[in-house]
T-cell receptor, first 113, second 112 residues
Framework: GESVGLHLPTLSVQEGDNSIINCAYS??????FIWYKQESGKGPQFIID?????DKRQGQRVTVLLNKTVKHLSLQIAATQPGDSAVYFC????????????FGTGTRLQVTL | DAGVIQSPRHEVTEMGQEVTLRCKPI?????LFWYRQTMMRGLELLIY????????DSGMPEDRFSAKMPNASFSTLKIQPSEPRDSAVYFC??????????FGPGTRLTVL
């Protein structure tokens, strides 16, 4: 079946550098995408979302880019901080399913000092 | 705002026993979701409710799993009988309409 997948299971970044976390999705019918951050021992926490009619959306230190042509989603974190260390998940919602999300396998971001 | 509340936070039980996980969604949210997270399979949606009605339970692994939502402020996920392969972290999440989902802290279940 169709699923959301991630290219890199672990990403190591030096403090202060920018991080880019990638996600490939296979369902062209998906109309809404979300990035979640999960710290150890906690539930996933919403970071930023984007709808399929947009290519880019910016938040505080984070930017999500959506390339529908190649079905690719990325999360950019500017000036990465130690507190950004976590597992990051992308999730997609298929059009017409209202609330149902399909999550990717996750990428672990390690911030080194 | 207390967020999504789950109990217990940790549960250790023996194979064959019944396990009941509980969730209180954020007040005013009308959708509730149960997820299971394991290292092997990641985060999987088990079932979700809209306005207390189960909408999609296709993720429920087998008949040993059941979920109820008797009112807008409470839901349970029951496993009977439990098996070691059910060991995982179970998350409850809630949302308003089709907006982002807010997750609870999870219940770590260990079945011996």
């Amino acid at each position: 079946g169709e699923s959301v997948g991630l290219h890199l299971p672990t990403l190591s970044v030096q403090e202060g550098d920018n991080s880019i976390i990638n996600c490939a999705y296979s369902n062209s019918a998906s109309d809404y995408f979300i990035w979640y951050k999960q710290e150890s021992g906690k539930g996933p926490q919403f970071i930023i979302d984007i709808r399929s009619n947009m290519d880019k959306r910016q938040g505080q230190r984070v930017t999500v880019l959506l390339n529908k042509t190649v079905k690719h989603l990325s999360l950019q974190i500017a000036a990465t901080q130690p507190g950004d260390s976590a597992v990051y998940f992308c999730a997609e919602r298929q059009a017409g399913t209202a609330s149902k999300l399909t999550f990717g396998t996750g990428t672990r971001l390690q911030v080194t000092l | 705002d207390a967020g999504v509340i789950q109990s217990p936070r940790h549960e250790v039980t023996e194979m064959g026993q019944e396990v009941t996980l509980r969730c209180k969604p954020i007040s005013g949210h009308n959708s509730l979701f149960w997820y299971r997270q394991t290292m092997m399979r990641g985060l999987e949606l088990l079932i979700y409710f809209n306005n207390n009605v189960p909408i999609d339970d296709s993720g429920m692994p087998e008949d040993r799993f059941s979920a109820k939502m008797p009112n807008a402020s409470f839901s349970t996920l029951k496993i009977q009988p439990s098996e070691p392969r059910d060991s995982a972290v179970y998350f409850c999440a809630s949302s308003f309409s089709a907006s982002e989902q807010f997750f609870g802290p999870g219940t770590r279940l260990t079945v011996l």
